[in-house]
């Protein structure tokens, strides 16, 4: 379990404080929006308000103790004076300067925002069994609605129906929510890499981009899928093809040990031996899990290194302002060997 994986980075009379909602489920697979996770080299305790403790009594995993948090300032330097604890590792990239710093003043000894977020960040890449099957089930949502939404998608029917569709059926199929804002964007809107859907109604001979996920037990998923409504330009045709001969040369590198960078290069020469590289303005993918953007990030500038376990998109695109824009992404499992794909779902160019 993970926090037997944090204990094992702790010094006895060291602990780390998880403060941050998204990293208190991860460990506890339990959803609260206020709480503490404090683990010590022998313990895992718990503390959640009043809203949460039923429940998470019942249900939340990986402690050993399930506290009920009345006063934080003076439960938790009881619990650390109980555990013996004295010095606290907490978050520093979700932890606000005004909360670190009521954090530091409840204890008598060192609180540091240090080493905690890599140690979480490590063990969050590597994606256990479980983690994986919630994206894959999360993802199989999202396809059944891709399926969906191509009997939807006509000239006459808005953006914004579009999306009310793709969310509708996620939702009413089994989803928990939606894993960000959807994306349902047409014609000259799929030149914004993130439009947002409007009213406009989709028109013959345009693209339909749309990039969603849903969110299940926690988890996300994350897909975008560029169809054509009518005949397309040769043009289009293209720079279709080119993306998804772009992402196709990323998928071929991807292997534990290869640099980020280099998984990102290899989609961005495909795009820029073709002559559009000035129109691929974003990184290539980037990890996927309890948050939807997550480690490690598939970019230029990446120091991070592909390892088993990790899920990451696999997302080029090409946007050419005032004209249209081509997206395709799909998420990939990085095996001990090479990756799985773990979406199953056309791509080739569909024109409805
Ligand atoms: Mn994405």
């Known amino acids: ?177 939606l894993s960000f804002e959807t994306i349902a964007i047409s014609g000259a809107n799929t030149s914004m890499p993130h439009g947002v859907p409007t009213d406009k109604k989709v028109e013959n001979g345009e693209f339909v981009t749309m990039d969603y996920g849903a969110l299940l037990g926690g988890y996300h998923s994350d897909m975008t899928r560029t169809v054509a409504v009518g005949p397309v330009t040769d043009k289009m045709a293209q720079v279709y093809n080119t993306v998804l001969a772009a992402q196709q040369a990323c998928f071929d590198v991807l292997r534990p040990g290869l640099p980020c960078r280099d998984a990102d290069k290899a989609a961005r020469d495909v795009i820029e031996k073709a002559g559009y590289g000035s129109y691929f303005t974003h990184s290539t993918g980037h990890g996927v899990g309890v948050d939807i953007h997550e480690a490690p990030s598939l970019s230029t500038r990446s120091e991070a290194v592909l390892e088993a376990g990790d899920i990451v998109t696999d997302e080029p695109g090409i946007y050419i302002p005032g004209e249209f824009g081509v997206r395709i992404e799909d998420m990939a499992f990085i095996t001990g060997n090479g990756y799985e794909n773990l979406t199953k779902c056309e791509k080739s160019l569909i024109i409805l």
Request: proline share 2%; aromatic share 10%.
């Open 1 to 177: 379990m993970s926090t037997r994986e944090m204990q094992s980075k702790l010094q006895a009379g060291e602990a780390f404080l998880i403060v941050s909602p998204a990293n208190r489920f991860y460990f506890t697979d339990f959803e609260t929006s206020d709480g503490f996770l404090l683990i010590t080299k022998e313990k895992a305790v718990f503390l959640t308000d009043g809203r949460y403790i039923e429940a998470a009594e019942k249900n939340a995993k990986n402690c050993d103790e399930v506290l009920l948090l009345k006063k934080a300032d003076e439960d938790l330097p009881a619990l650390a004076a109980r555990l013996g604890v004295n010095k606290i590792y907490t978050e520093a990239e979700n932890l606000t300067v005004a909360d670190f710093s009521k954090l530091s003043k409840m204890f008598d000894f060192e609180v540091t925002p240090q080493k905690t977020d890599d140690a979480v960040s490590d063990l969050r890449r590597h994606k256990k069994d479980y983690e994986k099957q919630r994206v894959i089930s999360a993802q199989r949502i999202a396809e059944k609605a891709f399926e969906h939404i191509l009997t939807f998608i006509k000239p006459g029917v808005s953006e914004k129906d579009i999306r009310l569709e793709l969310e509708f059926f996620m939702l009413k199929n089994g989803a928990d929510g």
